[in-house]
Protein backbone atom coordinates (compact mmCIF):
# COMPACT_ATOMS: atom_id res chain seq x y z
CA UNK A 1 0.00 0.00 0.00
CA UNK A 2 1.80 3.17 -1.19
CA UNK A 3 1.82 5.62 1.78
CA UNK A 4 0.18 8.62 -0.42
CA UNK A 5 -2.95 8.05 -2.34
CA UNK A 6 -5.02 9.79 -4.74
CA UNK A 7 -8.42 9.33 -6.10
CA UNK A 8 -9.71 8.77 -8.80
CA UNK A 9 -6.77 8.04 -10.86
CA UNK A 10 -8.21 9.27 -13.77
CA UNK A 11 -11.21 12.01 -14.35
CA UNK A 12 -13.03 13.17 -17.24
CA UNK A 13 -15.38 16.19 -16.20
CA UNK A 14 -17.56 18.58 -18.74
CA UNK A 15 -16.51 22.24 -19.14
CA UNK A 16 -18.19 24.57 -16.04
CA UNK A 17 -18.28 21.28 -13.76
CA UNK A 18 -16.79 21.38 -9.83
CA UNK A 19 -14.17 18.86 -10.04
CA UNK A 20 -13.02 17.22 -6.28
CA UNK A 21 -9.76 15.27 -5.77
CA UNK A 22 -8.42 13.49 -2.91
CA UNK A 23 -5.52 12.80 -1.71
CA UNK A 24 -4.88 10.49 1.61
CA UNK A 25 -1.64 9.33 3.89
CA UNK A 26 -0.51 7.17 6.19
CA UNK A 27 2.31 9.18 7.37
CA UNK A 28 2.93 11.49 9.84
CA UNK A 29 3.18 15.12 7.94
CA UNK A 30 4.93 18.22 8.03
CA UNK A 31 3.21 19.93 4.85
CA UNK A 32 1.42 18.64 1.62
CA UNK A 33 1.57 20.05 -1.87
CA UNK A 34 -0.73 19.96 -4.52
CA UNK A 35 1.17 20.68 -8.28
CA UNK A 36 -0.34 20.39 -11.63
CA UNK A 37 1.80 18.54 -14.45
CA UNK A 38 0.93 20.46 -17.59
CA UNK A 39 0.70 17.60 -20.85
CA UNK A 40 4.02 18.94 -21.95
CA UNK A 41 5.71 18.04 -19.07
CA UNK A 42 5.76 21.44 -17.24
CA UNK A 43 5.24 20.94 -13.42
CA UNK A 44 3.31 23.86 -11.19
CA UNK A 45 2.88 24.13 -7.59
CA UNK A 46 -0.36 25.16 -6.67
CA UNK A 47 -0.49 25.18 -2.63
CA UNK A 48 1.14 24.00 -0.03
CA UNK A 49 -0.33 23.58 3.60
CA UNK A 50 0.14 22.48 6.73
CA UNK A 51 -3.73 22.97 8.24
CA UNK A 52 -6.69 24.33 6.77
CA UNK A 53 -7.66 25.81 3.53
CA UNK A 54 -6.09 28.20 0.80
CA UNK A 55 -7.84 29.38 -2.41
CA UNK A 56 -6.12 30.85 -5.47
CA UNK A 57 -8.99 31.80 -8.26
CA UNK A 58 -10.54 29.22 -8.68
CA UNK A 59 -8.64 26.59 -6.85
CA UNK A 60 -9.50 25.50 -2.94
CA UNK A 61 -7.07 23.41 -1.05
CA UNK A 62 -7.95 21.73 2.32
CA UNK A 63 -6.19 19.54 5.01
CA UNK A 64 -7.78 17.52 7.84
CA UNK A 65 -4.42 16.95 9.27
CA UNK A 66 -6.44 14.38 11.65
CA UNK A 67 -8.11 12.44 9.06
CA UNK A 68 -4.43 12.53 6.98
CA UNK A 69 -6.52 13.88 3.73
CA UNK A 70 -6.15 16.94 1.28
CA UNK A 71 -9.14 17.43 -1.65
CA UNK A 72 -8.17 19.90 -4.35
CA UNK A 73 -11.42 21.79 -5.88
CA UNK A 74 -11.56 23.25 -8.79
CA UNK A 75 -14.84 24.94 -9.82
CA UNK A 76 -15.99 26.12 -12.99
CA UNK A 77 -13.54 23.81 -14.99
CA UNK A 78 -12.04 24.26 -18.02
CA UNK A 79 -10.38 22.86 -20.39
CA UNK A 80 -7.11 24.02 -20.02
CA UNK A 81 -7.19 22.36 -16.41
CA UNK A 82 -6.49 19.52 -18.29
CA UNK A 83 -3.46 18.10 -16.61
CA UNK A 84 -2.25 15.33 -13.84
CA UNK A 85 -2.71 16.55 -10.52
CA UNK A 86 -0.42 15.55 -7.57
CA UNK A 87 -0.26 15.34 -4.05
CA UNK A 88 3.17 15.63 -2.21
CA UNK A 89 4.04 14.76 1.61
CA UNK A 90 6.49 16.35 3.23
CA UNK A 91 6.98 13.96 6.12
CA UNK A 92 8.32 14.22 9.50
CA UNK A 93 12.01 13.00 8.87
CA UNK A 94 12.17 15.36 5.98
CA UNK A 95 11.25 12.94 3.09
CA UNK A 96 9.07 13.37 0.10
CA UNK A 97 6.52 11.13 -0.76
CA UNK A 98 4.60 11.68 -3.69
CA UNK A 99 1.10 10.41 -4.86
CA UNK A 100 0.51 8.57 -7.78
CA UNK A 101 -0.87 11.39 -9.83
CA UNK A 102 -4.90 12.63 -10.96
CA UNK A 103 -5.34 12.71 -14.81
CA UNK A 104 -8.05 15.28 -15.78
CA UNK A 105 -9.58 15.61 -18.71
CA UNK A 106 -11.78 18.65 -19.14
CA UNK A 107 -14.14 18.54 -22.04
CA UNK A 108 -15.60 21.41 -23.63
CA UNK B 1 11.65 35.86 -16.01
CA UNK B 2 12.45 32.29 -15.83
CA UNK B 3 12.40 31.11 -11.64
CA UNK B 4 14.35 27.80 -12.39
CA UNK B 5 16.01 26.83 -15.51
CA UNK B 6 17.61 23.22 -16.57
CA UNK B 7 19.53 22.92 -19.46
CA UNK B 8 19.51 20.60 -21.38
CA UNK B 9 15.81 20.51 -21.80
CA UNK B 10 16.56 16.82 -24.17
CA UNK B 11 19.71 14.60 -23.44
CA UNK B 12 20.24 11.81 -25.65
CA UNK B 13 22.85 9.89 -24.76
CA UNK B 14 24.91 5.98 -24.68
CA UNK B 15 25.05 3.80 -21.54
CA UNK B 16 28.08 4.46 -20.07
CA UNK B 17 28.59 7.96 -20.94
CA UNK B 18 28.92 10.50 -18.22
CA UNK B 19 26.35 13.67 -17.88
CA UNK B 20 25.58 16.44 -16.71
CA UNK B 21 22.16 18.48 -16.01
CA UNK B 22 22.28 22.23 -15.24
CA UNK B 23 20.09 23.82 -12.92
CA UNK B 24 19.89 27.36 -11.82
CA UNK B 25 17.36 29.34 -9.98
CA UNK B 26 17.39 33.58 -9.64
CA UNK B 27 14.59 32.97 -6.87
CA UNK B 28 17.29 33.62 -3.76
CA UNK B 29 16.32 30.33 -2.53
CA UNK B 30 18.34 28.56 0.38
CA UNK B 31 16.97 25.26 -1.23
CA UNK B 32 17.71 22.83 -4.37
CA UNK B 33 16.29 19.98 -4.83
CA UNK B 34 16.63 17.05 -7.85
CA UNK B 35 13.27 14.93 -8.45
CA UNK B 36 12.95 11.67 -11.02
CA UNK B 37 10.08 10.88 -12.93
CA UNK B 38 9.68 7.85 -14.43
CA UNK B 39 8.24 6.41 -17.38
CA UNK B 40 5.08 5.62 -15.46
CA UNK B 41 5.26 9.25 -14.70
CA UNK B 42 5.96 8.52 -10.58
CA UNK B 43 8.09 11.47 -8.89
CA UNK B 44 10.16 10.88 -6.64
CA UNK B 45 13.04 13.26 -4.79
CA UNK B 46 16.73 12.18 -5.30
CA UNK B 47 18.75 15.24 -3.75
CA UNK B 48 18.96 18.32 -1.85
CA UNK B 49 21.09 20.79 -1.36
CA UNK B 50 20.47 24.30 1.77
CA UNK B 51 23.33 25.47 1.81
CA UNK B 52 25.93 23.36 0.48
CA UNK B 53 25.27 20.77 2.82
CA UNK B 54 23.28 17.50 1.35
CA UNK B 55 20.49 17.26 3.41
CA UNK B 56 18.30 14.11 1.80
CA UNK B 57 19.63 11.68 -0.34
CA UNK B 58 16.94 8.79 -1.32
CA UNK B 59 18.29 5.52 -1.99
CA UNK B 60 20.03 6.68 -5.25
CA UNK B 61 22.81 5.39 -7.08
CA UNK B 62 26.03 6.86 -6.21
CA UNK B 63 26.86 7.51 -9.90
CA UNK B 64 24.05 9.92 -9.50
CA UNK B 65 25.93 13.12 -7.51
CA UNK B 66 24.95 16.36 -6.89
CA UNK B 67 27.25 19.23 -7.11
CA UNK B 68 26.40 23.21 -6.35
CA UNK B 69 29.02 25.42 -7.14
CA UNK B 70 27.12 28.30 -5.31
CA UNK B 71 23.35 28.88 -4.10
CA UNK B 72 21.99 29.79 -7.12
CA UNK B 73 23.03 26.65 -8.45
CA UNK B 74 22.68 22.55 -8.19
CA UNK B 75 23.79 20.43 -11.18
CA UNK B 76 23.40 16.70 -11.36
CA UNK B 77 25.88 14.49 -12.65
CA UNK B 78 25.76 11.19 -13.55
CA UNK B 79 28.29 8.61 -14.28
CA UNK B 80 28.09 5.45 -16.48
CA UNK B 81 24.58 5.83 -17.85
CA UNK B 82 22.37 2.86 -17.69
CA UNK B 83 19.20 2.20 -19.41
CA UNK B 84 17.16 2.62 -16.17
CA UNK B 85 18.06 6.05 -15.89
CA UNK B 86 16.21 7.34 -19.08
CA UNK B 87 13.35 9.71 -17.51
CA UNK B 88 13.06 13.13 -16.58
CA UNK B 89 14.66 15.01 -13.90
CA UNK B 90 13.03 17.85 -12.28
CA UNK B 91 14.90 20.29 -10.39
CA UNK B 92 13.17 22.68 -7.76
CA UNK B 93 14.57 25.20 -4.92
CA UNK B 94 12.31 26.89 -2.03
CA UNK B 95 13.61 28.93 0.30
CA UNK B 96 14.98 27.01 3.44
CA UNK B 97 12.07 24.91 4.96
CA UNK B 98 13.61 24.65 8.60
CA UNK B 99 15.03 28.41 8.86
CA UNK B 100 11.77 29.80 10.18
CA UNK B 101 9.64 26.72 11.26
CA UNK B 102 7.55 27.19 8.16
CA UNK B 103 7.82 25.05 5.21
CA UNK B 104 7.62 26.29 2.08
CA UNK B 105 6.47 26.29 -1.67
CA UNK B 106 8.83 24.61 -3.56
CA UNK B 107 9.11 25.99 -7.53
CA UNK B 108 9.92 23.69 -10.39
CA UNK B 109 12.19 23.67 -13.31
CA UNK B 110 10.59 22.72 -17.24
CA UNK B 111 12.99 19.40 -16.65
CA UNK B 112 14.76 17.23 -18.85
CA UNK B 113 13.84 14.40 -20.92
CA UNK B 114 17.31 11.96 -20.42
CA UNK B 115 17.20 8.96 -22.84
CA UNK B 116 20.14 6.53 -22.98
CA UNK B 117 20.36 4.18 -25.69
Known amino acids: KNEVEQSPQNLTAQEGEFITINCSYS?????LHWLQQHPGGGIVSLFM???GKKKHGRLIATINIQEKHSSLHITASHPRDSAVYICAVETSYDKVIFGPGTSLSVIP | DTAVSQTPKYLVTQMGNDKSIKCEQN?????MYWYKQDSKKFLKIMFS???????INETVPNRFSPKSPDKAHLNLHINSLELGDSAVYFC????????????????FGPGTRLTVL
Open chain 2, 92 to 107: ASSQDPTASGTYNEQF
Open chain 1, 49 to 51: LSS
Open chain 2, 49 to 55: YNNKELI
Open chain 1, 27 to 31: VGISA
Open chain 2, 27 to 31: LGHDT
